[in-house]
Structure formats: structure tokens, C-alpha cells
Nanobody
Framework: QVQLVESGGGLVQAGGSLRLSCATS????????MAWFRQAPGKEREFVGV????????YYAGSVKGRFTISRDNAKNTVYLQMASLKPEDTAVYYC????????????????WGQGTQVTVSS
């Protein structure tokens, strides 16, 4: 059974930082690109970023590029999202996802999801 479990969310002031983690089990982690999405209240779930299997190649949404960094530890089957210079508009539930080796940016291409972790940025 595949499980993805996010952690690290919380309340932070604008300009602050948080690091999210996503621990996985039940899949061959190094075979998968890993993505982060987020969903704000009343909005569609949107792509944040993705990292390929080795951690060398990453892509980010324009809204987070330069502020967020995705990394992974294949020995721990875990992917991370380091968030810096947080803004109130970054407030959302953040989800990690796995769906294959390609660097998809489309939600529909991912079939494994975590339960999400809430990030709230106060102004």
C-alpha cells in the first residue's frame, strides 16, 4: 500500500520560512519524480514544483520560483519543500504527489497523494 505523509506545516509570519516533509512508503521511491501542489480555500489545486528522481532537476511554478526549493533524500524515501520569504498568498494546504518518472506539472498525471499539511502565512 502506497502512503505519502506530509508534515511540517504551521503558522508563520510573512517573510518567514518553513520546511515541509513528505515521507513515502510502499513505492520504489527512486523511480518516481515527486511533486508538490497546494490548494487555497475556494481555489483549484495548483502545481508548486517537481523534482526528478536524482534531485538534480527541478521545475517550479512562477509564483514560487526563487523562494521555494524542492529536494529529496532517496535513502529516506522523503521529499522536502523548503519555503522562504513566505507571503500571505502562500497560505494553502500543501500536498505531495507521485505519479511516475516524468516531470509532470498537471494534477491529473499524479495518482498517489498525501493527505496534505496546512500552511498559514499571516501578514
Amino acid at each position: 500500500q502506497v502512503q505519502l505523509v506530509e508534515s511540517g506545516g504551521g503558522l508563520v509570519q510573512a517573510g518567514g520560512s518553513l520546511r515541509l516533509s513528505c515521507a513515502t512508503s510502499g513505492l520504489t521511491f527512486r523511480n518516481y519524480a515527486m511533486a508538490w501542489f497546494r490548494q487555497a480555500p475556494g481555489k483549484e489545486r495548483e502545481f508548486v514544483g517537481v523534482v526528478e528522481w536524482s534531485g538534480t532537476i527541478t521545475y517550479y511554478a512562477g509564483s514560487v520560483k526563487g523562494r521555494f526549493t524542492i529536494s529529496r533524500d532517496n535513502a529516506k524515501n522523503t521529499v522536502y519543500l523548503q519555503m522562504a520569504s513566505l507571503k500571505p498568498e502562500d497560505t494553502a494546504v500543501y500536498y505531495c504527489a507521485a505519479g511516475g518518472s516524468a516531470l509532470y506539472r498537471t494534477r491529473a498525471m499524479y495518482n498517489y497523494w498525501g493527505q496534505g499539511t496546512q500552511v498559514t502565512v499571516s501578514s
